[in-house]
């Protein structure tokens, strides 16, 4: 499946609404986004949330596992009261926009807690949305969904499996405009079985300026012996609305035996234990007592409907009188099937029973006769093979349907082939859709039943080991907690690793590695290779957003190289590669003077590497100071970052004259560089004349070998365009910067999560362009549809993208607050946000973003007199901006004297406006300005 892409429905849709039909798929919404995949799918179906649907009490009764479906609330909710007030404390708490994951294991209540909350929600005012996840699902088509708040005191999104949205994903969604009304208070729900995919969730909600929490669901208490706890009123509840069901008196029906084994913990095992106590009562047996007795007994129920569907073996039906024609037997590998796919279209239930051992029944009438045994979860739902529910029991089963279990329920020879089967390949090499569920699932089994592991799931990923990766960060997370997972198949799965990280599997790729470091570190004694063992892990954590954890790693990782080198010189080229490493962790954490230190530290080893051997280590050495000049400028120091730029640029030419072909690459990314800290330091033109030096290399190497260079060559043309703009040459930069946007969007379709960042900058500097020549509603549109993707850019990656997006909001504010386009309140919203943005970012970076706060609050001046609203803060913030830039510009006056200026009248047009026109006046004289 292609990558999302934003569909027509990108920019904000309220007050209008945008439908979307695709293969009788329709869908649209009312105040909100639509995203969508390349082929026309959505990415994600948000729909207002509904309470439990009425079901039919004999339907219920056919399978008693159907009562313990959350979906049908069948159980009054009990317990969780101390959850249910702090969910409540936290939808009420102050911050306008807050994201919280609530986490516990399959069958605590997760799904239960939240409906009750959503009703709670529903009934104070707020409105609430349920998002469901479209990718290996199959998606429910809600018609027309009004998100509209229409008065809501709040905006609730529900997310359920949370954990096993790809990163990307819930990044489109999180930048959905549905989040970002101001108007009232907005709170995401997203519920999951773990904590481990949170790191790099809160990561991604950083630029949002959203509150985060975590929530876990503990175990119910167990008794104590003061009386009857938690989990005897829970199980006295269930045993109520049970019997009411079954049409029986609750009093008469006793526990089975005492609550107090972990495994009553969750809430669905004092559910099931309940179920089971009244269908034994019911049908005149002894019920068992064990939480593996107790599901086996829930399953034996599934057998018997299933033969009392097919007959009742006493009288055996005629082929023509039977409307079921499903054996048993058949049936039991149907239900296999159903639960390691889910439910899916028609067409492909048809293609998963083919895999089913031979039988003489067509698959239309095992669709037909399963779908009558499990209907579609949703009315009017055009699926088939809906699972058996909760989850764990579809786990279960699983797990007792495959061989090497010592419980009493019968295993199936045929379940193993046909697990097999359906995780095979298509002939296109890819994976089938459901792979994502169906390891997942057998992984949560794996948890529970030994065998598991071993001699299905493990054997599985052996012959097909990019299997997990294709399933995704979640099945990776499971994998590595599993006890019993072996080194070499881990190692086997490592190997198909993606060089460069992917949001989507950072997380799952930093678990798997995280647990091959804990077997290989204790077992080996080179030094080297635990090092180099601690290196990569460094990396896959930091990737995760696990950053203490990744530069615990690299630390370790650059003592051991430092000790190596101290008595092998053969060990410097790593010891110094270590450090420039551990450099970037340092001030990806934004402890800037610590990259700093470990910079110098690695650029005096390759001094003395290329002081002895030019040949190999000049061009790590010009590599190093390359990376110098980038700390140093983000700490302030722009001479010294100019000179390491010139240095590290005199190593180059005397390289490339030798052998162009193999250092231009090199030395054009150093050239762009070099113009990057020439333009900050105010050298406008200089930095004009490098960046076309850069521009001019990358042309011809992108002439010779595409598929490398375009990249590089685009990033050029953008950072081109940019100098010619500060310049005022305006047809040329506009000529830059659609080269560069034309390339652009055809790389983002090939890398969208590599190139769409260079794609929003480039776009943003074109409206700006657009701006200064007159064209505002041209320069809107550019912009709008840059900030959307700066938005989810910062969504899965904070750190590297919420500076471009705090800049373009700052100018979109600008170009809303002019007369022509008259979009005044909004100009007045996004331009706080974007100085919020720098505020925060500031004081955490006062070096690397003085400036642009500096900058932030002159445009968020400049749109206040524009529009004439809200001028005592426009004053203020323009009063602000020229205080930084003066302290700013005794260091570098040819950078920050005009931006001051600029400010300054600011300041002189508002007082004008506030009436104070003498105090406007004299300053204007002082700046030399005429009226």
Not at 183 to 189: A, F, K, Q
Not at 249 to 265: T, W
Not at 296 to 324: I, P
Request: hydrophobic share 40%; net charge negative.
């Amino acid at each position: 499946m292609n990558p999302p892409l934003g569909s027509g429905a990108d920019e904000p849709v309220s007050p209008g609404q945008v439908v979307h039909a695709e293969g009788g798929f329709a869908y649209g919404v009312m105040g909100a986004d639509i995203h969508v995949f390349a082929d026309g799918n959505p990415l994600y179906v948000l729909e207002s949330w509904r309470p439990p649907p009425p079901t039919d009490q004999r339907w219920l009764r056919e399978m008693p596992s159907r009562m313990l479906n959350a979906r049908f609330a069948v159980v009054d909710f009990t317990g969780r009261q101390q959850e249910l007030a702090d969910l409540r404390r936290w939808c009420l708490a102050g911050s306008r926009l807050a994201v919280r994951w609530l986490y516990g294991p399959g069958g605590q209540g997760k799904t239960r807690l939240a409906d009750q909350f959503a009703q709670a929600a529903c009934a104070d005012g707020w409105k609430v949305v349920t998002a469901t996840h479209g990718l290996g699902t199959v998606l429910p088509p809600p018609g027309s969904q009004d998100l509209r708040l229409d008065g809501a005191v709040g905006m609730l999104l529900i997310i359920d499996y949370a954990d096993r949205w790809p990163l990307s994903h819930l990044a489109w969604l999180l930048s959905n405009s549905l989040l970002h009304q101001s108007t009232v208070p907005t709170r995401v729900l997203m519920l999951a079985r773990s904590a481990d995919g949170w790191p790099a969730v809160r990561g991604s909600v950083a630029n949002l300026q959203a509150s985060t929490s975590t929530q876990l669901l503990e175990p119910l208490p167990a008794e104590s012996d003061g009386g009857p706890g938690q989990r005897t009123e829970m199980f006295k509840v269930a045993r109520a609305s049970f019997a009411i069901r079954f049409g029986a008196a609750a009093e008469q029906i006793m526990m089975p035996g005492p609550l107090d084994h972990p495994d009553f913990g969750l809430p669905l095992a004092v559910h099931l234990a309940a179920l089971v106590a009244v269908d034994a009562y019911i049908t005149g047996q002894r019920p068992p007592t064990s939480m593996a007795d107790l599901t086996l007994y829930l399953l034996d129920r599934e057998h018997t409907h299933w033969v009392n569907l097919y007959g009742d073996g006493l009288r055996k039906l005629t082929a023509s009188e039977r409307s079921f024609r499903t054996p048993p037997s058949v049936m039991n590998q149907a239900v296999f099937a159903a639960a390691l796919t889910g439910s899916q279209p028609p067409d492909a239930g048809r293609f998963v029973l083919g895999h089913l051992p031979r039988q003489q029944l067509p698959a239309e009438q095992i669709v037909a006769d399963h779908t009558r045994c499990y209907p579609p979860a949703f009315p009017g739902r055009a699926t088939v093979l809906e699972p058996l529910y909760p989850d764990r029991l579809a786990e279960d089963f699983l797990a007792l349907t495959l061989p090497g279990h010592h419980a009493d329920y019968p295993s199936q020879p045929w379940s193993a082939s046909v697990a097999g089967k359906l995780l095979g390949r298509g002939s296109d090499g890819a994976p089938p859709g459901w792979a994502p569920r169906a390891i997942t699932f057998l992984a949560s089994a794996a948890e529970r039943w030994p065998h598991l592991g071993p001699e299905h799931l493990y054997p599985l990923l052996r012959e097909d080991p990019h299997l997990a990766i294709d399933a995704g960060s979640a099945v990776m997370i499971a994998l590595a907690h599993l006890g019993d997972v072996p080194p070499d198949l881990l190692d086997s799965i490592a190997s198909h690793f993606p060089d460069a990280g992917k949001s989507d599997l950072d997380t799952g790729i930093a678990h798997i590695t995280a647990r091959r470091a804990q077997y290989k570190l204790p077992v080996t004694d080179s030094v080297f290779t635990r090092a180099s063992i601690l290196f990569d892990l460094g990396v896959r954590l930091w990737r995760a957003g696990l950053y203490e954890q990744a530069l615990e790693a690299s630390e370790e990782g650059v003592r051991l190289s430092r000790g190596l080198a101290e008595t092998d010189p053969s060990m410097i080229p790593a010891a110094a590669s270590s450090l420039l490493n551990l450099s970037v962790d340092y001030s990806m954490a934004g402890r800037r003077e610590e990259a700093l230190a470990a910079v110098m530290e690695s650029v005096s080893l390759y001094r003395r590497l290329a002081d002895d051997d030019p040949v190999r280590h000049s061009e790590a050495f010009a590599h190093a100071l390359d990376s110098l000049s980038g700390v140093l400028g983000s700490v302030g120091r722009i001479e010294e970052s100019l000179a390491a730029s010139a240095e590290s640029l005199t190593i180059l030419y005397g390289m490339s004259s030798n052998d162009p072909l193999t250092h231009g690459s090199t030395l054009a990314r150093v050239l762009q560089n070099y113009s990057s800290h020439l333009r900050n330091a105010g050298r406008m033109e200089q930095a004009l004349t490098i960046v076309q030096q850069a521009l001019e290399i990358r042309r011809t190497l992108a002439a010779t070998d595409p598929a490398v260079h375009e990249v590089d060559f685009a990033y050029s043309l953008s950072a081109s365009g940019s100098i010619l703009k500060k310049l005022g040459r305006y047809d040329e930069a506009l000529a830059a910067y659609e080269e560069s946007i034309h390339l652009g969007r055809r790389l983002a379709v090939l890398n969208p999560e590599a190139r769409v960042p260079e794609l929003a900058v480039s776009l943003g500097g074109l409206s700006g362009c657009l701006y200064v020549v007159g064209l505002h509603q041209d320069a809107v549109t550019v912009l709008e549809e840059a900030i959307h993707l700066h938005r989810k850019l910062a969504t899965s990656n904070p750190a590297a993208n919420e500076p471009e997006l705090a800049r373009s909001l700052g100018s979109l504010g600008l170009l809303f607050s002019e007369p022509d386009v008259e979009r005044f309140r909004e100009a007045l919203n996004i331009t706080q946000e974007a100085l919020g943005i720098f505020h925060r970012l500031s004081t955490e970076f006062p070096s690397a973003f003085m400036g642009d706060m500096a900058d932030s609050l002159v445009q968020f001046a400049v749109t206040r007199k524009n529009v004439r609203m809200d001028l005592i803060n426009g004053l203020s913030a323009a009063k602000e901006a020229v205080r930084i830039y003066g302290r700013l510009g005794q260091e570098i006056p040819e950078a920050y004297s005009q931006k001051q200026a600029v400010a300054y009248l600011a300041i002189v047009d508002i007082l004008q406006e506030l009436g104070f026109a003498k105090e406007a006046s004299k300053l204007r004289g002082e700046l030399g300005q005429t009226p």
